[in-house]
């Protein structure tokens, strides 16, 4: 079975802090893919990342940055000198093509910025 | 890009009454499509898979006779929830694999539809 772990509920940082929010996964298959995906209040999920069980290299995007590691089954994501708007919640995917596809997500962690 | 048009975006209903949802692939052929589920402060959890043409796959523990999915088209899945009830008051989101073949991984979320069973 598949499974996403999100062990961080809600992480609140200051304005300009740096914030590290973790993934954990579980699965058997040999190829897949992990996202990160936000969710604002208006409850609409944004597409952060896609990366597949091939490409363990890190990512930079801006004040993102994302650390795939395959030794610890996890997926962790950066954000740099946070900011108000990043205040969402942040979700954690994996989906395989052994599982059909299915896009599996993890708890989520609810990120709080403040001035 | 990949667009998906779901409406309503929120709906409120009364106890007993069934309400209809509907996603729509704007730009893209959506052979698969999936449904899920989020109560509020929790994680979206997946109700089932719609495949055009097919019966949906339902997960573990979905009332497959409550929550009817029809997926006609490549472009159109819905999902209707029958003879409603409060605590199926909800926040209902769909995805489409904006892709093709079976190695690709890319999906397009609708914006959600916040139901609320009076």
């Known amino acids: 079975a598949q499974k996403v772990t999100q062990a961080q509920t809600e992480i609140s940082v200051v304005e300009k802090e740096d914030v590290t929010l973790d993934c954990v996964y579980e699965t058997r298959d040999t190829t897949y893919y992990l996202f990160w995906y936000k969710q604002p209040p208006s409850g609409e999920l944004v597409f952060l990342i896609r990366r597949n069980s091939f490409d363990e290299q890190n990512e930079i995007s801006g004040r993102y940055s994302w650390n795939f590691q395959k030794s610890t089954s996890s997926f962790n994501f950066t954000i740099t000198a946070s900011q108000v708007v990043d205040s969402a919640v942040y979700f954690c995917a994996l989906s395989s093509y052994n599982q059909g596809g299915k896009l599996i997500f993890g708890q989520g962690t609810e990120l709080s910025v403040k001035p | 890009g990949a667009v998906v048009s779901q409406h309503p975006s929120w709906v409120i209903c009364k106890s007993g009454t069934s309400v209809k949802i509907e996603c729509r692939s704007l730009?893209?052929?959506?052979?698969?499509m999936f449904w899920y589920r989020q109560f509020p402060k929790q994680s979206l959890m997946l109700m089932a898979t719609?495949?055009?043409?097919?019966?949906?796959?339902?997960e573990q523990g979905v009332e497959k006779d409550k929550f009817l999915i029809n997926h006609a088209s490549l472009t159109l899945s819905t999902l209707t929830v029958t003879s409603a009830h409060p605590e199926d008051s909800s926040f209902y989101i769909c995805s489409a694999r904006d892709g093709q073949g079976a190695q690709y991984y890319g999906y397009t979320f609708g914006s959600g539809t916040r139901l609320t069973v009076v």
């Open positions: 719609s495949n055009e043409g097919s019966k949906a796959t339902y």
């Open positions: 730009d893209f052929q959506a052979t698969t």
